[in-house]
């Protein structure tokens, strides 16, 4: 029975969505057990983020212990958030700045990869984790605290070193996901929040490590000052 539970929650899973008429959300309750179930939810990225993974349960949880309890009012509706993010396409400010960092030609970055770029990029990404060890981290924990920055400016700038190596070109752009979620009144919305930013860095003068990871840390502050474009 567990295997075929696991069958067909993978296909309840893999089942394309309809954008056009949706649903873009979809309930199914397999029973496992003769008193117990489990509920499977599936979320089309469009309308939920990773955020919004962890308020949708936490809801289901409390409605299913107290059925009769009213739902928590929000001060604001996804619509509202859209309606003014609408609006800061109109700021002048972050549209100079987009348009400086920006500007010129953006280089591809050529890495030796193992097989031909393809003409039309089928956009399947996948997912890496590597573990450092405690020394190795305690270490790199030091250089933050020395350069009075974050660890992930360090090893975005670390990053940026190694694709250089790789590919012997000088202007860097990595592109960095965040949750675009800085005022509290955000917190318990569900929906797509998620941005992502162009952090560029040119390397031509050969700079060291340290000088790097100054320009990598002020061009990140910079570009989170700007994200709302």
């Known amino acids: 029975q567990a295997h075929q539970i696991a069958q067909q929650r993978e296909a309840w899973s893999r089942r394309p969505f309809d954008l056009a008429n949706g649903p873009l959300l979809r309930v199914a309750t397999f029973r496992t057990a003769p008193e117990q179930h489990e509920v499977l939810l599936v979320i089309h990225h469009i309308i939920g983020d990773r955020w919004s993974l962890r308020v949708l349960p936490e809801e289901l949880a409390r409605y299913y212990e107290n059925p009769e309890a009213p739902p928590e009012a929000l001060p604001i509706q996804y619509g509202d958030y859209a309606h003014w993010q609408r609006q800061q396409t109109q700021n002048q400010s972050h549209l100079d700045y987009w348009r400086r960092q920006l500007a010129g030609e953006l280089p591809v970055l050529q890495l030796p990869a193992d097989r031909p770029r393809p003409a039309n990029p089928s956009f399947r990404g996948g997912m890496m984790s590597q573990t450092f060890d405690p020394q190795l981290s305690q270490q790199i924990r030091q250089i933050s605290q020395q350069q009075q920055t974050t660890l992930y400016a360090v090893l975005l700038t670390a990053f940026k070193v190694l694709l250089q190596r790789y590919t012997g070109q000088h202007d860097i752009l990595v592109g960095t996901p965040f949750t675009n979620r800085d ?21 031509s003068d ?24």
Not at 183 to 203: A, M, P, W, Y
């Open 206 to 229: 050969d700079p060291s490590f340290d000088q790097l990871l100054q320009r990598v840390k002020k061009t990140t502050a910079d570009a989170f000052a700007h994200q709302q474009m």
């Open 183 to 203: 005022k509290v009144v955000l917190e318990k919305l569900i929906g797509f929040f998620n941005e992502t930013l162009v952090l560029r860095s040119d390397l």
